[in-house]
Structures are given as structure tokens and as C-alpha cells.
């Protein structure tokens, strides 16, 4: 097959990035022909079709001129270059299907119009809820709110959900009430949702509900080294940002004596954060800032437990996969997709978010007892490697494909 894949950005960003680019490496082991199409970008790392990427624009701040906010809501509503490049691409590529992933505000939906033109086979694997939710995290100031749900965006206007600006948050709502009843995401055959909580909020918000596929995401233990010895401390690994809880790890560290916490990674809480550990758990919270992937998995192994305190829906961290596939435990808060991944007692705990008292509870046998987490390392580790192994993963992928019209017969080129 020739499979092209289309995000924004086209370097390893997050975990968008991280799953188009391990999906594509495993499609293009398995023969197939693979291309990407992005934005222009200087990391990029795709640049076979780059003469026909749209140019750069940052949305993450916000130009800092009129004209530039102009150009970026432009940009987000229908970018006219995002869809020649596009149909430049598909001329030339000649793909079998087109595989999306996040191309929201800097490609916009125009890119799908050269596809309907065309009738091509088009998936998109959802990494968000931005079709539901005009700020994505179905957040509002940091607590749960689904006022938007069913298409009443106006709501996020009068909340100021966008970062408490009524102007941001009305251009979201805007956008995504645009999109919606112009139907500009109708030529995407199936929508791919890595978790079925996230298909199942994306069908009561009318969401394309009959388009609607729930594939995990995989991860390869072949060759992975595994926990080794019990014991060690808590890690959180990922983006110090309020709806990723951190702040609830720091406290229930601090209710726990002789309880350590490791933090890996960077983002706006960082300072706030090592205020509240110098008050909450003075000496016993080590920040190690951005740590590689590399890096993490090292941590891992040298922890007791992973901590995933989230405050939002999460979908399906990547975090959680890496962390039972090593034999470490993990205690999440019971809300999104976390459930689907954690086994109370088999595989570690699940704890209500937002509280401290009942995350220390669930972390204390671990951190107090090393043979209670070292008696659920191979329990994690066969789960992760029957359910979300790399081959069931392709197989299930490439159905999906064919069942949105892709012609499987044809030989890879």
C-alpha cells in the first residue's frame, strides 16, 4: 500500500508525533510505501514533498501583532496553500489512503478537500477531543466541563475557557461551530479512537458516531529491559501543566513519611510547583526537568509505582503503556481513558481525582512495601504484551484502512 500520513508538524513534538512516526516505521518494515505532508517547520524531518508544505505560523503563543492574528485565524478557518500543497502531494504520491492525525489550526480542514475531489480512503486517529471541544481537554479552569458537548460552543465563550481570554476562546468556539455545520470533516471516512471512552464522549457529542473505531495505541517489548529489583521511589513523568495533577502527587507525597517523588519534565507549573514541594514535602520531591525518553524509561525502572494524578480526560497515555510493559505499577486517577489501562490490585490502583488523601492511600504499599508493586510486575507486562502488541495493531490498522476503501491488493512501490 502507499500510505500517507498528514500532521501539522512533522518531528517528534508529542504524542501525536510520536504514534504517526512509530505507525509509519511500522508500516514501512512491514512494505508499505509511506509520505508525510506537514507544515513548513525547521525540525521537520520529512522533507521529500517539502516544496508543497504550507508556511510556518505559531499558534502556541499567539502572534504577537494584529496581522499575525489575522493571518493565524485565517489560517485555522481555510488555508488556501495547506490545499494546493495538499493536492500537489496526492497528485504526485498517489496514496492508497490517507491516514490524519492532528491537523487542526496550522493545516486546517481544507486539506480534506483534495481528498473528497479525488475519492480517496481517508482515517484520522483522534489524539484529542478538538471536534467536541473548542479548547480540546473538555477543561474548564481546570475542572471537568462538558457544556460544550452536542455543539453548544457559545459556551466556551462566555467561560473564557481558552487561557480565561474571551477573545482566544471565541475564536476556537467560532472555528469549531464553523467546521461543524459546514461538515468540513465529512470526507474522513473513519475516525480512530485510541480509547473507548474517547469514542464513546466523541458519539454523544454527534461526532460522525456511525464513523466512529476504537484501536489502541501498541508498544513494541521486544528487547525492553523490564524492572529489575523492588523498590524506589514515585515518578510522574510528563507536562507540568494543572490538568496533569502534579500538584496532587507533591501533597499526597507529603502526607506519606519517608515517601519520595521523582518529576521528569518541564511546562508552565514548573516553579509553582517546586514552591508547593519545598512547603508540602521539603527534601523528598526531586525535579529533573525535561528528561529524554531514554532517560524516562530509566526512571522507570527505578521506580516503585507511576504516578498519573490527571485532572482531564486522558485518552490513552503513552506513559501508562511504557510503564506496565516495564513491569511497573501504575495508580492513575479513575476518569478517561485510564481505567481501560489499569487493573485495581492486578496491575495498580485507581484513585478519584483531585485527591491527595485517597492518592496517598493508594500509593503508601508501594512506596512503604516493595514486594507489593514487584508482585504485579509480570501481570502488567503479559497484559501489555497480549493487548497492545505492535502486530495486532497493524492488522487491526490495516482493516481499518480497507473498510474506509483503501484497495489492499496493490503492491507495495
Not at 11 to 34: F, S
Not at 125 to 130: E, G, R, V
Not at 196 to 217: D, I, N
Not at 246 to 260: N, S, T
Request: aromatic share 6%.
Amino acid at each position: 500500500m502507499r500510505i500517507l500520513h498528514v500532521n501539522k508538524f512533522l518531528y517528534r513534538r508529542g504524542g501525536a508525533e510520536a504514534y504517526m512516526e512509530d505507525v509509519a516505521e511500522l508500516q514501512v518494515a512491514a512494505g508499505h510505501r509511506v509520505a508525510f505532508f506537514g507544515m513548513a517547520h525547521p525540525r521537520n524531518t520529512h522533507l521529500e514533498y517539502a516544496a508543497h508544505f504550507p508556511a510556518e505560523i505559531e499558534m502556541e503563543p499567539p502572534p504577537p501583532d494584529v496581522a499575525g492574528r489575522l493571518r493565524g485565524v485565517g489560517r485555522m478557518l481555510w488555508s488556501t496553500s495547506a490545499s494546493r500543497g495538499m493536492d500537489a502531494v496526492l497528485a504526485d504520491f498517489r496514496p492508497d489512503v490517507v491516514h490524519l492525525h492532528n491537523i487542526y489550526h496550522q493545516l486546517s480542514p481544507s486539506v480534506l478537500r483534495p481528498i473528497a475531489r479525488r475519492q480517496m480512503a481517508a482515517v484520522m486517529t483522534l489524539h484529542d477531543y478538538k471536534l467536541a471541544c473548542p479548547s480540546y481537554q473538555f477543561l474548564d479552569h481546570g475542572r471537568i466541563c462538558e457544556a460544550c458537548l452536542g455543539g453548544h460552543f457559545h459556551h466556551a465563550v462566555a467561560r473564557r475557557c481558552k487561557d480565561g481570554s474571551l477573545g482566544s476562546s471565541a475564536v476556537l468556539a467560532g472555528e469549531l461551530f464553523l467546521h461543524t455545520v459546514t461538515r468540513a470533516y465529512s470526507p474522513v471516512r473513519l475516525l480512530i479512537c485510541p480509547s473507548r471512552f474517547m469514542a464513546e464522549k466523541m458519539a454523544e457529542a454527534r461526532v460522525f458516531p456511525a464513523r466512529l473505531r476504537h484501536l489502541p495505541h501498541f508498544i513494541d517489548t521486544r528487547g525492553m529491559a523490564v524492572k529489575g529489583t523492588p523498590g524506589g521511589p514515585a515518578l510522574v513523568a510528563g507536562r507540568l501543566s494543572p490538568e496533569k495533577g502534579v500538584d496532587i502527587a507533591i501533597r499526597a507525597i507529603g502526607r506519606l513519611p519517608g515517601g519520595r517523588l521523582e518529576v521528569a519534565g518541564t511546562g508552565p507549573e514548573e516553579a509553582r510547583l517546586r514552591r508547593l514541594a519545598d512547603t508540602a514535602a521539603p527534601g523528598r520531591v526531586r525535579f529533573l526537568g525535561l528528561v529524554p525518553k531514554s532517560g524516562v524509561h530509566e526512571l522507570m525502572l527505578g521506580a516503585s509505582v507511576v504516578a498519573v494524578p490527571s485532572r482531564w480526560y486522558e485518552n490513552q497515555p503513552m506513559v501508562v503503556l511504557e510503564a506496565l510493559a516495564r513491569g511497573v505499577p501504575v495508580v492513575g486517577s479513575d476518569l478517561g481513558g485510564l481505567p481501560e489501562l489499569v487493573q485495581p490490585g492486578l496491575t495498580g490502583e485507581l484513585v478519584p481525582p483531585g485527591d491527595p488523601s485517597a492518592l496517598a492511600t493508594a500509593l503508601e504499599p508501594f512506596l512503604a512495601t516493595p514486594d507489593h508493586g514487584w508482585a504485579m510486575r509480570d501481570r502488567a507486562r503479559e497484559r501489555i504484551g497480549s493487548e497492545f502488541s505492535p502486530e495486532r495493531h497493524l492488522e487491526r490498522l490495516t482493516d481499518l484502512y480497507a473498510e474506509a476503501g483503501a484497495p489492499l491488493a496493490r503492491a507495495a512501490a
